[in-house]
């Protein structure tokens, strides 16, 4: 792989490395069974270099921002590297946000360029808040023939001949600016420098590396974190190829396994679980005797691997079940989000190591990951190199809040100083995460002291951003919470949020009112939908400047009633 | 003529919509093993049948198979409810 200590940007890593491994493929699109791009590294330069020189020529400048909003597919990292290759700042959207939240996060972003699959650019030029748009150019890709594009340009079209100039850019400077969240509320948009970046790549493929030959297959959005470090970034840096498939239909995912015998996968919990139940009704469909055997040949393997994995014992012992992955995996990376260990553990016994770990947006990708040495599915793993972890105020019990300090850690949020103030103290990143450490280092985790839920899929959920749908709702107030922070729990999962209702005086709960609520909170996308509400019996605590104080209500609700006593909405 | 003509076509659409309704609610009921009777056109299918969204990507191969359409995944974005899917199948036949 490159020496990335030697560079002072993404742009140039990656240049260097479209040099480098020239011949390797580094890029192949499946849309079902059927293959739709391979690129080698040399193509790829190919295809990216036309359309630089085409943002160069559209004034797109040193520092402008770019957004790309698309879902998984070789024009993403196309459109990234060649903003890169400017100068650009990059600002990854999440394409399943409704587009009333892209138009609200590209307004924050102040992003002058989009880069947009032709789908979701109709449904921005729809919503009522697109006759703002301050986006100066639009690259709309995939457009059907003849398609009114709104202003914008098509993205196979946009190209120039001739070799665009390579903008330099230092550690310091800015490279992407990502959302962790705010949608509804107070957008938090996390300023990564190229620093944060290099050394984040430079820590996870300390531990484990990529190198040419090596498939990842990216399902996981390209604009989370992980797929953008272990999905682009860190494969190209080694020469590795990345696997994108235009669906996630569970057939068509465990096909691409088999077809381009994928080497490591990153999977949030939802698809990790999907896996599960698929194997265990395989499973379950076995004759007794044939069970029996696969049983005992489980138990083998997990004796076997109880120190550390051994995937080529495993391959042989279990045969059928790799070859159901392809026969070459070497490990599911797994986080964004709370994974059962039992899920885990059954990946494990049954010789696929599960590479679980911990970070957030605000740290890169990755603070603390499991090096199997042995595998450990009650804890999320050891800090990775170059990154300091402590326990700040612990209880008896030794747990407290997680704090950071990495070169991997956020410069800023955009635009919001005081939040910056309040999330990194004195170099530390204050990560509202409840854990301790273990005998061994290895960090566990133990619930959130911050108001916000993380779903399966690995979405970041505060209540403010959800709060607006019940704008006007018939109550006198409301206020919705994740329900383990108005009940404090002593592990992650369970994660819900509740809405709690102050109600007219006089007025009484009725089935209008419930009516009104379903509908509401059907209109938010399936991730982001509030799971209970209660209704309580006191005008809500609030500040001088009539806010309402979450904490006092939360620590209140939580003394008064039980978390049972939520009606499921 | 052309009025009548129309009017004609608007009504074979909305036989063929509710009859590609009624047929998403009866391969629901069986591919996840619930009573037909449990489900209603406007239910909330998360809700209904206690699912995640990868679980409707499983059910959405059942009804490209039984309809012989192809749907990006991108067409159930936003989508909960049977009438909804409905209109996005129709719409693709």
């Known amino acids: ?569 | 003529m052309e009025v009548l003509r129309f009017a004609q076509d608007d009504r074979v659409f909305m036989n063929n919509s509710e009859q590609t309704l009624e047929e998403i609610l009866s391969l629901a009921a069986a591919h996840f093993k619930v009573p037909r009777e449990r489900l209603a056109p406007d239910d909330d299918f998360f809700k209904t049948l206690g699912i995640d969204s990868l679980q409707t990507l499983d059910l959405l191969t059942k009804l490209e198979n039984h309809f012989r359409v192809e749907l990006p995944d991108y067409e159930l974005q936003g989508v909960s409810d049977f009438r909804t899917l409905a209109g996005r199948i129709q719409a693709r036949l």
């Open chain 1, 1 to 569: 792989m490159l020496d990335l200590q030697k560079y002072s940007c993404l742009g140039a890593a990656l240049r260097d490395a479209l040099g480098r491994f020239a011949g390797e493929t580094c890029l192949i699109e499946a849309d079902r069974e059927r293959e739709k791009t391979r690129l080698t590294y040399s193509d790829f330069k190919d295809v990216s270099m036309p359309l630089a020189r085409a943002l160069e020529d559209a004034d797109f400048d040193p520092g402008d921002r770019a957004a790309i909003i698309m879902t998984n597919q070789s024009k993403w990292l196309i459109s990234a590297y060649a903003i890169f290759f400017s100068g650009g700042v990059l600002v990854p959207l999440d394409y399943k946000l409704t587009a009333a939240e892209q138009l609200q996060l590209l307004a924050h972003s102040k992003a002058t360029l989009l880069v947009v699959e032709y789908h979701l650019w109709r449904a921005i030029t729809r919503a009522p808040e697109f006759q703002n748009i301050q986006t100066r150019l639009v690259l709309v890709s995939e457009a059907p023939v003849g398609a009114d594009l709104a202003g914008g340009f098509r993205w196979e079209d946009f190209k120039r001949k001739g070799a665009p100039d390579f903008v330099m850019r230092q550690r310091e400077d800015v490279a992407c600016i990502v959302y962790s969240s705010g949608t509804g509320g107070r957008p938090k948009g996390c300023v990564l420098t190229h620093e944060n970046y290099l050394e984040q790549c430079r820590a996870l493929t300390a531990w484990y590396p990529f190198w040419p030959g090596v498939r990842y297959l990216s399902i996981l959005p390209t604009n989370h974190a992980i797929d953008f470090m272990v999905g682009f970034i860190g494969p190209f840096v080694c020469g590795a190829c990345v696997v994108h498939l235009r669906t996630l239909r569970p057939e068509f995912v465990r096909d691409a396994f088999v077809r381009y015998r994928i080497t490591y996968v990153a999977l949030v919990p939802m698809i990790v679980k999907n896996l599960e139940r698929g194997l265990r009704a395989k499973f379950d469909e076995l004759p007794s005797w044939k069970r029996a055997i696969l049983n005992r040949t489980i138990a083998i393997n997990k004796l076997l691997t109880r120190s550390r994995p051994r995937v080529k014992l495993s391959r042989m012992l279990l045969p059928q079940v790799h070859r159901a992955f392809g026969g070459e995996l070497l490990a599911l990376i797994t986080g964004g989000a709370f994974m059962e260990p039992s899920t885990m553990q059954f990946f494990y016994d049954l010789g696929i190591p599960v590479v679980n770990g911990y970070g957030l947006t605000e740290a890169g990708t990755a603070l603390a990951l499991n090096d199997l040495k042995p595998f450990r599915a009650d804890t999320v793993g050891k800090p990775l190199p170059g990154v300091e972890l402590r326990v700040l105020g612990p209880n008896d019990e030794g747990i407290g809040e997680v704090a950071a300090r990495s070169k991997t850690v956020m410069s800023h949020y955009l635009d919001d100083p005081e939040l910056t103030l309040e999330t990194i103290v004195e170099g530390w990143l204050l990560t509202g995460d409840l854990g301790r450490f273990d005998g061994s280092g290895h960090l566990q985790l133990f619930g959130r002291k911050k108001n916000m839920i993380v779903t399966e899929g690995g979405k970041n959920i505060y209540p403010e951003d959800v709060e607006t749908i019940f704008d006007g709702l018939a109550v006198k107030e409301y206020c919705v919470f994740a329900a383990n922070y108005v009940w404090p729990q002593k592990e992650l999962g369970r994660e819900m949020l509740v809405i709690a209702l102050r109600l007219e005086q006089n007025q009484q709960f009725d089935s209008a009112l419930l009516g009104e609520m379903v509908n509401r909170n059907r209109r938010l996308p399936d991730f982001k939908r509030v799971g209970g509400y209660l209704v309580w019996e006191k005008d809500f605590p609030r500040t001088a400047s009539m806010k309402i104080k979450r904490q006092a209500l939360a620590e209140e609700i939580g003394r008064t009633v039980e978390r049972g006593a939520a009606v499921a909405l």
